[in-house]
């Protein structure tokens, strides 16, 4: 991999990193877009957005609970599946057109989902969660996490704030934790596949870090910024194009 390929990448991780986390996300729909972007070896795709998953996802669960943003019964309710089927899917291995079609199919869903997510309006009431609903929505989100190597917050978030789960905020919280676990164990369960990570990944994720710093500190407060999320969501689009019809 060429100098200018990491240097881009690193400056693009960042960005991805300030955005999800100032709403509780690690990134991992941007930083696949952005590896799809760059033809990024496949093998390489699903531990690199683990490992930077982790990182930013463990800065923004740090900082919204410290912020009081979040809330235990709610994230049980849905990590409880998700956590062990997280690790299921990662140490299952598809074939690499398979890997592709679902990456394609996932970021094009990440970006009408990241996109949606910024203009809904939470409930109005606050309300309890059916537990076997809960438990199915989290087992199905762990799976599919595993097999691409993310967390699963992108699905999660919008289900808690239609359904009025919780507060918009805790809901950021609720997300933040319940990324980190998944890719934790996503990367636990799909270990062997870190001997396939570039050595630039210590760039990026120092990249990473900045930028999930940045964002979580705004977003644990307040910010919110629709005209670069739409943005985002054009480069989510792309790289789902990418990945069905280039590959």
Not at 78 to 106: E, H
Request: hydrophobic residues 55%; charged residues 10%; aromatic residues 12%.
């Amino acid at each position: 991999m060429d100098y200018t390929t990491i240097l881009l990448a690193s400056v693009l991780f960042l960005l991805i990193a300030f955005l999800y986390s100032s709403v509780g996300h690690a990134g991992a729909s941007g930083y696949l877009a952005i590896m799809a972007l760059l033809s990024f070896p496949v093998e390489s795709i699903k531990p690199v957005s683990l490992v930077l998953n982790i990182v930013v996802s463990a800065i923004a669960t740090y900082k919204f609970i410290k912020a009081g943003y979040f809330d235990k019964k709610i994230f049980l309710l849905f990590a409880i599946t998700s956590i062990p089927m997280a690790f299921v899917g990662g140490y299952l291995t598809i074939d690499v057109y398979w890997f592709k079609i679902l990456a394609g199919l996932f970021l094009i869903l990440s970006g009408i989902l990241l996109l949606v997510r910024q203009w809904l309006k939470p409930a109005e009431n606050i309300r309890n969660p059916p537990l076997v609903g809960s438990l199915l929505i989290g087992a199905v989100i762990g799976l599919f996490s595993g097999l691409i190597g993310v967390g699963g917050g992108i699905f999660l978030s919008p289900i808690i704030i239609i359904m009025g789960y919780t507060s918009l905020r805790n809901t950021s919280g609720v997300a933040a934790l319940f990324i980190l676990c998944n890719s934790i164990i996503g990367l636990a369960g799909h270990y062997a596949s870190l001997g396939k990570v570039p050595a630039a990944i210590l760039y990026w994720i120092v990249a990473v870090v900045i930028g999930g710093l940045l964002g979580a500190h705004y977003g644990s407060r307040k910010f919110n910024n629709k005209i670069i999320l739409l943005c985002l969501c054009i480069v989510l689009l792309s790289a789902g194009v990418k990945f069905l019809v280039v590959g």
